[in-house]
């Protein structure tokens, strides 16, 4: 099934950031955003994923079936790596660890708490998460924050095995990931406020 | 579920988890009170019930904004929130959590330190049982202030300020139950009251819990 | 035409600047005659003496106190479901009005306590509920300024003041139980015959008057300043993001 993004128009903090924008993501397929910091990125993300509701617009296909990882990892600095892999593996359903540990290599690590892992090793924890969810369409935030260029390399391979298997991937990023991937520039989305539009929630003051 | 269960249960029991820190402030403030009332026992076993209810609700208020806030931090309840888990289920979970990891210590803890007060004998059972039937209501009520105040710096204060007031009719049934009981009276009224608040908010508190987490979190 | 036109901010502070000024001069008009009524036109009660005018501001003050936190209520249920802006923030502004009326309904409580009970302060259940009271305002003023964003802390208090209102509720019971007390029985009700005497009655009735009509003023005056507040912040937030 499809993901379907049409004319989405999200707000933060009270004010429109982003409108009309539309997406499709068929099984297989990734996308990549792009657009200058502070341009909505994390938002609208964030509103696909379900965390916050729309100002206007549709998404359909998304519901249970999205992981998303964010600026935040979720780890327990006192769970050892396997245990918070196992712990979410649970929470999600699924049973096994051993191939999300393998995919980030962090196999090695497997019994070290989380909370003395480097700030990369943390981000591959986080990233490996997203193999024991189980769920088809990953929402990536900025994946690749404090990875060095092997890291770089296994997380590009485990998106393109994720996408052979009949995934999806919706990922903000800086970088390039060497992935077969369309891009979406969200700089023409962004909201040029005039005094006339309504819609976002303070608009009902002016 | 069971997995968001254990894990909070070993955070709990791990270095810097906080378990037994609240179990160790109801002892100091129990402690302290001969201190500010006088040392005459009779009039500490008077006092008694009153006074340990009153210690063990704040020691569970004390542990309440651990529940969430850690999580919250470290993006832990943005992934649940997305999570096949229904987010008042795992509120829910998290209470019980906070019941396991705090209040059940102290009920076990109880009963020692009435002894230091001088509580009459007639009053250990409803002692016991009273904080058995009421601290699920305190902590189920604590995730709630917890839901509401996780998105705030330092809302530890308004926290408090939030779920006392919330407190007062567990902590009347309560603390009356255990007195009635200390007093050799029935106290069957103030125990089915007690009961009746637990289940009530075991039952309905964790939509209002999960409504505000969803507030917060977007 | 319906009365949800006045969900919008911009025909509410419309309507609220025409109806204000007779609000207020109504509300000043009836305060001022019931209370000198109450004064100085009724008899010194047989056995409280003159204590009991006391009653011409305890008796509104208390009931104000209590009618505002169900405004607060319904103003959030409405916020809750139909999501309009006004409704908000007239709960906001109500806080601190039935705040300052329950301060009012116990500091007038005490006054008339001491010569009467010989003591300021009895843990009596309407005292300790209303004392209770104080507190769950104080709890829902604190959440609103503790909140940035005004649709989140607009959220997030309206389901505290939802939440709020049944633990008051049960608060009242388990206090009832806790302490049966001293508190006269209620001052007025339908039932003609448990009323206070007719002298007081009347004059009474003119200061609740008086205060219910204080309350609306104080209340659409201060939404009126939250609008304002908002399109504020809007249009800041306009200027910051370069129109």
Redesign the interface.
């Known amino acids: 099934m499809e993901l379907n993004v049409t004319e989405l128009s999200v707000a933060r903090g009270g004010l429109p950031v982003l409108e009309g924008v539309s997406l499709s993501l068929a099984p297989g397929q990734a996308l990549v955003l792009r657009g200058p910091n502070g341009s909505g990125k994390t938002t609208l993300l964030r509103t696909i994923a379900g965390l916050q509701p729309a100002l206007a617009g549709n998404v359909t296909g998304a519901e249970d079936r999205i992981a998303y990882a964010g600026h935040a990892d979720g780890l327990k600095a006192m769970l050892s790596v396997s245990e918070n892999l196992t712990f979410w593996a649970a929470v999600f359903g699924t049973r096994h660890v051993d191939a999300a540990l393998a995919a980030f290599a962090l196999e090695p690590l497997a019994d070290r708490l989380a909370g003395t892992l480097s700030a990369g090793q943390k981000r591959r924890l986080g990233l490996a998460r997203l193999l024991v969810t189980g769920r088809p369409i990953w929402v990536l935030d900025e994946p690749t924050v404090s990875l060095d260029a092997d890291a770089v390399t296994l997380f590009a391979d485990a998106v393109r095995a994720h996408l052979a298997g009949g995934g999806m991937a919706l990922i903000a990023t800086h970088i390039d990931l060497g992935l077969e991937a369309a891009v979406l520039d969200v700089t023409p989305h962004r909201v040029v406020l005039d005094a006339a539009r309504l819609g976002a929630s303070d608009e009902a003051f002016l | 579920m ?3 269960l ?2 909070d249960l ?2 709990a029991l ?4 906080g378990f037994g820190l609240g179990l160790a402030f109801f002892l100091i403030v129990v402690v302290l009170v001969p201190f500010s009332v006088g040392p005459q026992s009779e009039l500490l076993g008077r006092i008694a019930a009153g006074v340990l209810w009153l210690a063990a609700l704040l020691a569970c208020l004390l542990s309440l904004d651990r529940i969430l806030a850690l999580d919250f ?4 309840l ?8 229904p987010l008042e289920a795992a509120l829910s979970v998290k209470a019980l959590a906070h019941w396991l990891t705090t209040a059940v210590p102290l009920v076990v803890a109880a009963p020692v330190l009435a002894v230091l007060l001088n509580l009459p004998a007639a009053g250990y059972g409803g002692l016991v049982l009273s904080l058995l039937l009421g601290t699920p209501a305190l902590s189920v009520i604590g995730t ?1 202030g917890a839901a ?2 996780v ?2 710096k330092r ?1 530890g204060l ?1 926290l408090s ?2 779920v ?3 407190y ?2 567990t902590l ?2 309560g603390a ?1 139950a255990a007195r009635r009981s200390a007093d050799g009276l029935d106290a069957t ?2 125990l089915l ?1 007690l009961a009746g ?1 637990s289940a009530g908010v075991l039952a309905l ?1 964790p939509f ?1 819990s999960a ?2 987490l969803r ?4 | 035409m319906s009365l949800w036109e006045y969900a919008n901010p911009v025909k509410f502070l419309r309507l609220s600047e025409r109806v204000l000024p007779w609000l207020w001069a109504l509300a000043v008009l009836c305060l001022a005659s019931g209370l000198a009524w109450g004064f100085f036109g009724t008899p010194d009660d047989f056995r409280q003496g003159s204590t009991v005018k006391i009653i011409y501001i305890h008796v509104p003050a208390a009931l104000m106190a209590i009618n505002g936190w169900f405004m607060m209520l319904v103003a959030s249920l409405i916020w809750l479901i139909r999501r309009h802006h006004v409704s908000a923030l007239a709960a906001r502004a109500a806080a601190p009005v039935g705040v300052t009326m329950t301060l009012i309904a116990l500091i007038t409580g005490a006054v008339w306590g001491q010569p009467m009970w010989g003591t300021w302060w009895a843990w009596d259940p309407r005292l300790t509920s209303f004392l209770i009271l104080f507190l769950f305002y104080l709890g829902y003023m604190a959440m609103w300024s503790a909140i940035e964003d005004p649709d989140t802390a607009a959220d997030l208090t309206s389901v505290l003041c939802l939440v709020g209102s049944v633990f008051a509720i049960l608060s009242r019971y388990a206090v009832n139980f806790w302490n049966q007390g001293l508190h006269q029985g209620a001052s007025l009700s339908l039932d003609k015959e448990k009323n206070v005497a007719d002298v007081f009655y009347h004059p009474l009735l003119l200061s609740i008057a008086g205060f219910v009509l204080l309350f609306l003023a104080l209340v659409l005056y201060r939404t009126g300043t939250e609008i304002r507040v908002r399109r504020t912040r809007a249009l800041r937030a306009r200027q910051g993001a370069g129109v």
């Open positions: 069971r997995a968001l254990v894990r070993r955070l791990r270095a810097g988890g931090e470290d993006g832990t943005d992934v649940l929130a997305t999570a096949p888990l709630f509401l105040t998105g705030i809302g308004l300020l939030l006392l007031p919330l007062v009719p009347i049934f009356e009224t103030p009251m608040i508190m209002a409504a505000v507030v917060n979190l977007r």
